[in-house]
């Protein structure tokens, strides 16, 4: 293994403060889960890991309309993290009239990455078909994925039976896996080079959804930056609406703590992107290095 591609495949190695930013989706997490009103580990398929935390933006035994959600599918090099830290945005979703869904998918190596992509797209597909019943509008669903999560719901999207979301938003991802049996990474993930061309979402049909946010944090390395910039002109050739964002002053770790997020640029950018006004007034455009295609 070369110590190089190791070093541009570890987000930890550019990042300013990764404790910092991991301690905050604990706490944040566990503020949410215990102020809010919450369905706790509901099962949506029952293999290993497939369990979720549900925030409905109606509290619990009230009737009301169906409303949009949000459903977020956390990160850590498919090894690390799970659900109970992924609940930090859905205090700021709920504010928004959205319901929250953290969505976990077991991680390596007891499960494949195969594995984990066929979770999340029956998580999602478990949301058509359940959501109105957490009082959720299954033709309102909008995603969310940090870094491997960005990779599993790029290629949980994929094909004809992937379920159609009306938006995505994809932090920090990678999305040619071709170089992972090359670097620590595998020493979990357990990719072949076979299984690691399959899995790329670069090598896949474009996801099933109506438009992309893609984002990065300027503090990345730069196979996370490059990989950031060939699927934003592979999604624009395939005429899928996506706007890429290079975001200012963030790192791998601390931008996802601005999803949904009113107080920050890119918060409100995300909240756009959902079709939810920003609770504060924000700049007309966002910071950062912004292209769209459609």
């Known amino acids: 293994m070369s110590k190089l591609l190791d070093r541009e495949y570890s987000p930890s190695s550019v990042a300013r403060d990764t404790a910092r930013s991991l301690r905050r989706y604990r706490t944040h997490s566990d503020a949410a889960r215990s102020q809010l009103d919450v369905h706790i580990a509901v ?11 549900v925030f409905p933006a109606v509290p619990q035994g009230t009737r009301g309309p169906e409303t949009p959600a949000l459903v977020f599918v956390h990160g850590g090099h498919w090894q690390e993290s799970g659900i109970d830290d992924a609940c930090f945005a859905a205090e700021h979703a709920v ?13 390596a190596p007891d499960r494949t990455v195969p594995g984990m992509i066929a979770s999340v797209a029956r998580a999602l597909e478990w949301l058509v078909t359940t959501g109105p019943m957490l009082g959720i509008d299954p033709e309102q669903l909008h995603v ?4 491997a999560g960005a990779h599993l719901l790029a290629a949980a999207l994929t094909g004809e039976s992937a379920p159609q979301v009306r938006s995505a938003c994809l932090l920090s991802g990678l999305y040619d896996l071709t170089e992972i049996p090359d670097t620590y990474v595998n020493d979990a993930v357990r990719l072949t080079p076979e299984l690691a061309r399959d899995c790329s979402p670069l090598r896949m049909p474009p996801p099933r959804c109506d438009s992309i946010l893609l984002a990065a944090g300027r503090y990345e390395t730069r196979t996370y930056l490059r990989q950031h910039k060939m699927y934003a002109e592979y999604l624009a050739a395939q005429s899928i609406p996506v706007t890429a964002q290079i975001v200012p002053e963030r790192d791998h770790f601390d931008l996802p703590l601005d999803l949904a997020d009113p107080s920050t640029p890119f918060g409100r950018t995300s909240l756009r992107h959902l079709g939810l006004a920003p609770r504060r007034p924000g700049p007309s455009t966002p910071e950062g290095t912004v292209t769209s295609a459609r």
């Open 95 to 107: 504010a928004h009239g959205c319901a929250y869904v953290a969505v976990g998918y077991g991680l």
């Open 144 to 147: 969310a994925g940090s870094s």
């Open 43 to 53: 099962p949506y398929g029952e293999g290993h890991g497939e369990r979720c935390h």
